[in-house]
């Protein structure tokens, strides 16, 4: 649970549609800076829980999905995780979620096998459902703080 940031639980209170008004024009420039960041957080995790079937009809053929998956939640989840953490944007049990699955993730690329990064191995591979799952578990504890209210 998200504590100390009233403003940030408003927000996510507001319903969808009143989002983006309420973020152009009622939060200043660092607000929204942190908004942004927390909604690119939660896409990666929405990214890394999608079923692959799902992904690869969204993308083109030529989009190796798997890699860029795994390469936007590093690049932007990860690095986003700590600093919401350590602003209390995000629970600590958030927080260790994502960072379980940077480490699943991890394993996979310490591995250097091009074959972990194919969408059969999304599929098949223990490490790329684990990831799923535990991305899943934070995708609804971050929709739970967004359902209070409503």
Request: proline share 1%.
């Amino acid at each position: 649970m998200i504590s100390g940031n009233e403003w940030f639980m408003e927000y996510l209170m507001l319903p969808n549609d009143e989002k983006e008004v309420h973020k152009e024009f009622m939060l200043d420039s660092e607000k929204k800076a942190i908004v942004l960041d927390y909604e690119r957080f939660k896409c990666s995790i929405n990214l890394v829980a999608t079923k692959p079937e799902d992904l690869q009809s969204r993308y083109n053929e030529k989009v190796c999905v798997a890699e860029e998956v795994a390469l936007g939640f590093d690049n932007e989840c990860v690095h986003i995780a700590h600093q919401l953490k350590s602003q209390k944007y995000i629970s600590n049990e958030v927080y260790d979620l994502v960072m379980q699955i940077d480490k699943e993730l991890d394993l996979l690329s310490l591995e250097h096998n091009k074959n972990n990064w194919t969408f059969q191995a999304m599929n098949i591979d223990r490490r790329w459902i684990k990831a799923r799952e535990l991305a899943n578990e934070a995708c609804k504890l971050l929709a739970c703080v967004q359902r209070l209210d409503m």
